[in-house]
DNA sequence: GTATATGCAAAGCATTTGCATTAAA
DNA sequence: TTTAATGCAAATGCTTTGCATATAC
């Protein structure tokens, strides 16, 4: 998998480094979001010397090409996204910031009604749920 | 209206102070969300020392009270939203980070089956429209 | 009078950048 | 060979904190 990313993003020109396919494989490997903290970590499995400011590089050169997507979270920090697409939905634990992608139900009816556009044209919607993990919830 | 504020505020044990007083008419002389430089820079036109310590202190203050609401932009800063309540939308430029808050049509229709929920009390839902305004349009 | 809020300046973090070095193509 | 990527360390920008002083109650 990590193979087919890295020869589409050499098609677009970029130069494959053990370092940048490092990152991928840290990407792809994990089920969660990640921070860049720990794709750092798990790309040090793989190649121990990789910095933190290549990783920062890698990913948002990610971001830039559309492949990962980035999201705020509440406390400030950012976690990546390997998914992409118009339509991608968040399940947020307000806690630690656990989160998971989710397809919501109600989605194709959410519309915003001309006079609130205020001049703007729409691109994407993006929902977001908050709550409490398991975990979070016990500690409260 | 901040008076009303300050009371409702008091009356939980809140000092008031005149430091105070001026974040809070920052916030409601506004109708744009506001940076916590903006809320700052209204603040001292009513109180030319206040710090920016006590202008983040506050804000954080009124956030823990569910006064304000905080949204993390995408470059990572933060704006700082007078409106509270449980459902309450943005609308965003991409470019400049501009907000609007927005009452789009479909809220009510959405909802995140169980299946997906992994054990979390989903307690709130946002959704954010994303594009761009008319000065960023221009800029492309 | 007493506890709390303030301002200042310093500390913290996550993220970005400059630059000389190294390596992919 | 040439151009781009890397690592390091320093810089950045937003936000938080420690502490002595001032002030609301």
Redesign the interface.
């Known amino acids: 998998m990590v193979t087919a990313l890295a020869d589409r993003l050499a098609a677009r020109g970029w130069r494959i480094t053990p370092q940048r396919r490092a990152v991928l494989s840290a990407l792809e490997g994990e089920h969660v979001h990640l921070s860049a903290d720990q794709v750092h970590a798990a790309a040090r499995g793989v190649v121990p010397e990789v910095s933190l400011a290549t990783v920062y590089n890698t990913l948002n050169e990610l971001i830039a090409m559309g492949e990962i997507s980035?999201i705020?979270?509440?406390d400030?920090t950012?976690r990546y996204d390997p998914k992409t697409g118009p339509d991608h939905h968040h399940?947020v634990?307000?806690g630690c910031g656990l989160t998971?992608d989710?397809?919501?139900?109600?989605?194709g009816?959410?519309?915003?009604?001309q006079g609130?556009?205020?001049?703007?044209?729409?691109?994407?919607?993006?929902?977001?749920?908050?709550?409490?993990?398991?975990n979070c919830?016990r500690r409260d």
Chains 1, 2 share one sequence.
């Open positions: 980035e705020r979270l509440a400030g950012t399940l634990c307000g998971f989710v397809a919501p139900r109600g989605v009816g959410l519309s915003l009604p609130q556009r205020h001049g703007m044209a729409v691109e994407t919607v993006e929902v977001v749920f908050r709550g409490r993990c398991p919830s």
